[in-house]
């Protein structure tokens, strides 16, 4: 599930609170209250149990989640840094294959900012066009045989470069492609529920102090479960790994970084 707007958080924290209140207030309406009394001791126990093991499944989801944001945003760092090192290694190699080198890097980051990250953000699914682009730099050497022993100690780093930034490509779609799977949100959604429904069978003298309860424990639950709406799809949503590091890639290939245009180039970038 994938939330956008400011407005939704909000609105699903307090919708999430509601259904768990309304689930209390109907279980306590089905059962009379000596009922709800005689089996007190087993539904104490149940939800000590039920409560423990959804809430180490929800930590473990949502620390999986957090890491995989953070793992999404290294793999972008080293996949626009793997680039930033093929054009700064590629000028001492002869013309025309300097020339040929640089402008794939550029052509590929451009292509990453304008088209493929967009394309990420509306289905999680890599561009095409971009995927080429990716593809010429990893032949962008084709044809070039080295010479002098400068030449001969650059090629295999060039050639590892290239296949980094690669392999660093395929892991980014990857995670864009593949994010917290329907069974496992089916499995969080029931155990929310299955935990509430166990909590509002306690009786309770005072049905709006019990309401009270079932709504901060409900806050809880349903917070955590908006953590890994908002970290489990690193490439969509309002919390979004950002582009910033390939806008700085195209910034170093146009040279505003070179001398004293450091401070100008960064500043356009952001």
């Known amino acids: 599930m994938i939330f956008t707007g400011y407005l939704t958080g909000p609105l699903v924290v307090l919708g999430g609170v509601a259904i768990a209140v309304t689930i209390v207030s109907l279980l306590q309406r089905c059962f009379p209250r000596h009922v709800l009394e005689s089996c007190l001791g087993a539904t104490g126990n149940l939800l000590a149990v039920v409560g423990t093991l959804y809430a180490v499944m929800l930590g473990l989801v949502v620390v999986d989640a957090m890491v995989r944001f953070e793992r999404a945003v290294d793999v972008v760092q080293a996949e626009s840094t793997s680039l930033a090192d093929i054009h700064l290694m590629a000028e001492r190699l002869p013309e025309p294959h300097r020339d040929r080198v640089q402008k794939a890097c550029r052509d590929y980051a451009v292509s990453v900012v304008e088209r493929e990250w967009a394309s990420m953000q509306r289905a999680g699914e890599p561009d095409v066009e971009t995927r080429r682009a990716g593809l010429r730099v990893m032949r962008s ?126 500043a356009d970038l952001r």
């Open 141 to 266: 050497l084709d044809g070039f045989e080295p010479v002098s022993e400068s030449e001969k100690a650059l090629y295999p780093m060039l050639i590892a470069e290239m296949q980094q930034a690669w392999d660093q490509r395929r892991e980014r779609i990857s995670t864009a492609h593949f994010g917290i799977p329907a069974v496992e949100w089916v499995a969080l959604l029931l155990g929310a529920m299955v935990t509430v429904s166990l909590g509002g069978l306690f009786p309770v003298e005072h049905f709006r102090f019990h309401a009270l309860l079932t709504a901060l424990a409900a806050l809880v639950m349903v917070l955590n479960l908006y953590l890994v709406s908002l970290f489990g799809y690193p490439f969509q949503g309002d919390l979004r790994v950002s582009d910033l590091p390939f806008r700085v890639d195209i910034g170093l290939f146009d040279g505003i970084y070179d001398d004293d245009g450091d401070r100008t180039g960064h």
